[in-house]
């Protein structure tokens, strides 16, 4: 009955089309391979090349400031960051690290402006929201395929694969906090004369912060998520070792590696939460 | 407060509104037809789906007066002032500023004349609630790069203008409504720009506030000499402030006039109907309601004299005044017998001095204690020289309402 036609090769077709992209495209995606790849690699060096004490006192100061001098944070961030020092996960901690920073300042680079031109433009917007649907509900890991098509394996098309994932919460959070600023403000700085730069500036941004910030968090937590996942195609980190405790099936290991990301992420969470939260007031 | 009233005429027109329509929706050109050809609103609405906004309207703002647009809710006020700075475009028709038509200029020329010329209030007074007081009360300036150190002198002094320099580092939402508006004064202010765009500036407000605020712009526009255009749909609020007024009705103006020449002779059922329940007693002054005053000359004429106008006017007495017209008193009738009996020929003899007189713009409010409980009718005088005379007939007529209540003195 289903069977009106022979079998659309989508599949086929979608091989081709990623074939035609990676040759055409290898002039630009082989150079960001290499340099993107050698710049990460620095960071991730110099960051495990700081003492480890170091980064924990410093984390947690910062905790303890930017919690408006609670000791909550950073008691959790000592004791937290201690636990994967003494699990021997540090230098992964920071592989990790690396890969969500680099890939969610890559996000809030791309996707803030999006976000602005979407809700300066209904017809971008109109554009816009079908495609980043289609980018959030896809599987996470099939990001993974086009992205070692077009970089290989290792960190670069980890932080590909991340940037289409976890982009979105922040192109629609700045399209929806630059839209729900009060019409009567807008008419406002308009009314004194101000240029679109001046108003987006000094009036919209302001205004829309603080959902632009809780977009940011969603990318960061998003971008996490999906460098745990990278590590299936070769992207160093906490996640390696999740995968290969998987194909080993050591239950112990997998726990250690998986206590150490939920650490990470929550500190990563509550970082930028409250640091938004305190700018409130 | 109503010698501000007066109107600060002979001045040129700093703003003249020509044709100045807007049509929202899609469709402009058959609603402008359908429009000239002198269809309703509603009717426009229904064949094209289509809002009129504002509706061909035409006027001019003398500089240094306070303009009042009223009109009730929808009837497309705040349309017609985002109209005049071009926060909404026109769909025809033109806005001359100084002679300059804003309706054809670019986004440069536009921002230039917003920053320099023209300033608005909003209802709901449209701070930022991410910048203090200070920071607020200096977006103008900033916005047309002044250098940082004059912006906030410059904002200050604004502030110290409407009162509130000890509020400067505070945020918005730590004031209260009317203090918050003072600000939105302030920020208007900061720009020195010559018009004010105030829409429905004072109806959030609550009452005794909002009179307060009426009494400090009479007062500032007085001492600044600006020009103000200011929207309300209270019409009390509009006979307080304006200069004149113009009442829109569905996009369109109706009238255009001073607050007398609208309470007095509304130019429809519709403006009628608006003024109707109006305190006249606060609007109508003794100008209204006098009439021409008999009166002798005492330095002419003697009690013969003035009995015999006594007589023939049938009055009981009557105002004494010299040869300029300076009021001098009155006499009786019963006063003058006595004196042509007795064969006095001085009026001076006999003048009584006790008169109760009013200012010619002395509110009808006022006139109504003076006039009860004076068995005489009250002098209406204008620098002390006799104007007109007030009978109490006359004020009851028009506390009714009497719409014969003579205006050629008007
Ligand atoms: N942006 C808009 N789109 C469509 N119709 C509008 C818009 N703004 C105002 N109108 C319509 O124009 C008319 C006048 O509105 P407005 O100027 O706000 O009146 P007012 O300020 O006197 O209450 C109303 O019928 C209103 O519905
Ligand atoms: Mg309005």
């Not at chain 1, 590590?231 to 995968?243: Q, T, Y």
Request: overall charge neutral; aromatic content about 6%.
């Amino acid at each position: 009955m289903l069977k009106l036609m022979s079998q659309i090769p989508i599949a086929d077709y979608t091989d081709t089309f990623t074939k035609k992209i990676t040759n055409a495209f290898s002039f630009l995606f082989d150079p960001i391979k290499e340099h993107f790849g050698n710049m990460m690699d620095f960071t991730s060096s110099s960051l495990s090349a700081i003492p480890p004490v170091v980064v924990i006192i410093i984390v947690a100061i910062l905790a303890f400031f930017l919690s408006g001098k609670k000791f909550g944070l950073a008691v959790f961030s000592i004791v937290g960051l201690w636990l994967i020092h003494n699990q021997e996960l540090w230098d992964k901690l920071m592989d990790t690290f690396t890969l969500v920073l680099i890939s969610s300042l890559l996000s809030v680079i791309i996707g803030v402006p999006i976000g602005i031109w979407m809700s300066k433009s209904s017809i971008v917007e109109a554009i816009c929201k079908p495609i980043l649907d289609f980018m959030q509900t896809m599987p996470a890991f099939v990001y993974l395929i086009p992205a070692v098509a077009f970089f290989g394996i290792g960190m670069v098309p980890g932080v590909f694969a991340s940037l289409i994932f976890a982009t979105p919460p922040t192109v629609r959070f700045t399209n929806l906090g630059i839209r729900q600023v009060s019409k009567e403000l807008v008419e406002a700085s308009e009314a004194f004369g101000s240029t679109g730069a001046q108003k987006l500036f000094k009036v919209e941004l302001p205004m829309a912060r603080q959902t632009i910030m809780a977009g940011i968090n969603q990318t960061v937590m998003l971008s996490l998520s999906m460098v745990v996942i990278a590590s299936m195609i070769g992207a160093p980190g906490l996640g390696r070792d999740v995968l290969s405790a998987l194909q080993r099936a050591s239950v112990g290991s997998g726990f250690v590696a998986g206590i150490g990301i939920v650490i990470l992420a929550i500190i990563i969470d509550r970082f930028t939460q409250t640091a938004n939260n305190k700018n409130k007031d | 407060m109503h010698e501000k009233k007066k109107r600060k005429g002979g001045g040129m027109p700093i703003i003249q509104v020509e044709n100045l329509t807007k049509v929202f929706g899609k469709n402009t050109k058959q609603a402008l037809k359908l429009m000239n050809e002198g269809l309703s609103k509603n009717e426009i609405l229904e064949k094209t789906g289509s809002t009129v906004g504002v509706n061909r309207a035409s006027f001019s703002v003398e500089a240094g007066e306070i303009f009042v647009i009223m009109g009730l809710s929808g009837s497309g006020k705040s349309t017609l002032v985002r109209l005049i700075n071009r926060l909404i475009e026109p769909t025809q028709g033109s806005i001359l500023i100084d002679g300059e038509d804003l309706s054809k200029m670019d986004k440069k020329a536009l921002r230039k004349i917003r920053r320099e010329k023209l300033s608005m209030v909003f209802q709901r007074f449209a701070l930022f609630p991410h910048r203090t007081i200070l920071e607020n009360a200096e977006f103008g300036l900033e916005i047309q790069n002044v250098d940082k150190t004059e912006r906030k002198e410059r904002a200050r002094k604004a502030l110290e203008l409407v009162g509130l320099n000890g509020y400067i580092q505070q945020t918005p939402s730590q004031l209260s409504g009317g203090m918050q508006q003072r600000v939105g004064l302030a920020r208007a202010l900061a720009n020195d720009p010559e018009v004010l765009l105030m829409d429905e500036a004072f109806s959030a407000l609550d009452p005794l506030i909002r009179k307060e605020m009426q009494d400090e712009l009479i007062d500032l526009q007085a001492s600044m000499k600006k020009t103000i255009i200011f929207i309300t749909h209270d019409l009390d609020e509009a006979l307080r402030l304006g200069d004149r007024i113009a009442l829109m009705k569905d996009g369109a103006i109706v009238q255009i006039g001073t607050p007398e020449e609208i309470l007095v002779n509304p130019a429809n059922d519709y403006v009628e109907k608006f003024v109707e329940d109006v305190d006249r007693t606060k609007i109508l002054t003794a100008h209204h309601i006098m009439k021409r005053p008999e009166a002798v000359n005492i330095e002419k004429h003697g009690p013969r004299v003035a009995l015999e106008r006594m007589q023939k006017e049938g009055i009981s007495s009557i105002l004494v005044v010299d040869s300029q017209r300076n009021l001098k008193g009155y006499v009786t009738a019963d006063d003058a017998s006595d004196a042509k009996k007795n064969n006095i020929r001085d009026l001076n003899e006999i003048l009584k001095t006790d008169i109760k007189k009013v200012e010619k713009d002395t509110t009808m409010h006022e006139i109504f204690n003076v006039i009860n409980g004076s068995p005489i009718p009250v002098a209406v005088v204008e620098d002390e020289k006799l104007a007109g005379i007030i009978v109490r007939g006359a004020v009851i007529a028009a506390l009714a309402g009497d719409s014969e209540v003579n205006m050629e003195h008007a």
